[in-house]
């Protein structure tokens, strides 16, 4: 990778800060129409990718090629959309980099934006279930739970009545929101033949982390096969959007690429 691709990548990914609209055309424009506006922030990023790239890979050997290699997946997961802005600006930034992901959606949110469920899919990303009300597992009695589950399932079954080759993209896999689970719900999930779906990198996008703490989060644990998690929802995503792409143009750098964690078959993966 040359430095000056690098930096233009950089400049482009910072763009995605000051006009959300624009990532995915701002991204693909090398260089950038406009200058980013705070030139001390631009260069923290140019030290800290460059650093990065200069460390080489968790595993020891840097891949600094691009080019794929089979031995190196990671399963991207996105939680808690489909939401109207953010949502397909996580698809273009995964579009950009041929990525696949596994998106847990809120059945209230499928309910309100059918529209955005169905481009994830048309996409060809897959879903797990989360929940139709976003409820701590642990704290509800079985019927609640299940039908947290059903309904999450039956409203983005309806999205894809329209093409019936869609319902393979929705799949045996389920992740508790807040994390939260007991012997009892594991026994529960697995009762009604679900995968519990947890992850191995926590990027803490929803706790207000900046682009860079979300970036060096996954880039210090990463590993062949981890389950990142992010989110398309549940508050302002600016942050996510800028640290996804940091995430996706240096693990595209070092030759991995990004699987589907949850497929019609269940989990390609169980951290
Ligand atoms: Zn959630």
């Not at 000051?18 to 693909?28: I, K, L």
């Not at 949110?109 to 994830?120: A, G």
């Not at 399932?153 to 999205?159: E, H, K, N, P, T």
């Not at 999930?189 to 803490?204: A, F, P, R």
């Amino acid at each position: 990778m040359k430095k000056g691709l690098v930096l233009a990548l950089l400049f482009a990914l910072l763009g995605i800060t000051a006009q959300p609209a624009m990532a995915v055309s701002v991204a693909q424009a090398a260089p950038p129409a406009s200058q980013p506006q705070d030139p001390g922030r631009t260069q923290q990023f140019i030290q800290l990718a460059s650093g990065w790239t200069q460390a080489g890979s968790a595993g020891g050997e840097a891949q600094l090629t691009g080019e794929p290699n089979p031995d190196l997946v990671v399963y991207l997961t996105f939680d808690d959309g489909p939401d109207p802005k953010w949502t397909p600006q996580v698809l273009a930034l995964l579009e950009q980099y041929h990525a696949r992901a596994t998106f847990f959606e809120i059945g209230y949110n499928v309910k309100k934006y059918p529209d955005i469920t169905l481009q994830v899919a048309q996409a060809g990303h897959t879903f797990g279930i989360h929940g139709f009300n976003h409820l701590d597992s642990t704290k509800l009695e079985y019927e609640v739970f299940y039908s947290e589950i059903v309904d999450n399932y039956s409203i983005i079954a309806d999205v894809f009545s329209i093409d019936s080759s869609l319902i393979n993209s929705l799949t045996p896999c389920f992740r508790p929101p807040y994390r939260a689970i007991d012997k009892t719900v594991i026994n529960w999930v697995e009762g009604i033949g679900y995968e519990l779906s947890l992850w191995d990198i926590d990027t803490e996008d929803w706790n207000n982390k900046t682009p860079e703490e979300i970036f060096s989060t996954v880039i210090i644990a990463i590993q062949p096969y981890s389950v990142i998690l992010m989110h398309d929802g549940g508050g302002d995503r600016s942050n996510t959007l800028l640290g996804l792409a940091l995430v996706l143009h240096e693990l595209t750098l070092r030759g991995y690429t990004f699987g589907q964690y949850c497929t019609a078959y269940g989990q390609a993966y169980t951290p």
